[in-house]
């Protein structure tokens, strides 16, 4: 009798779930910035940091808060 060797298998919930991202709220990012959710919002507002809208909330994407820090390191 062939042996077959052992192979893994994910489901397509899984796998969905793998490719979401968390997603940043303004109070977390402003915890992060040691800033106010009023000062974020602002700066989302001038377009200086990207949101998206999630239902009626506003969340912020990981790489876009690092984007935004490095232009505030590099003072663009």
């Known amino acids: 009798m062939p042996t077959r060797s052992p192979t893994t298998t994910t489901s397509k919930t899984a796998t969905r779930a ?6 940043l709220t303004i109070r977390e990012v402003a915890e992060l910035e040691a800033t106010s959710t009023k000062t974020i919002r602002r700066r989302i507002d001038a377009g200086e940091l990207p949101a998206m809208k999630s239902g009626r909330q506003l969340r912020i994407r990981p790489q876009d808060l690092r984007a935004y820090r490095l232009q505030k390191l590099l003072g663009q």
Do not use: I, S, V
Not at 18 to 23: G, I, M, P, S
């Open 18 to 23: 793998a490719d979401l991202e968390r997603l």
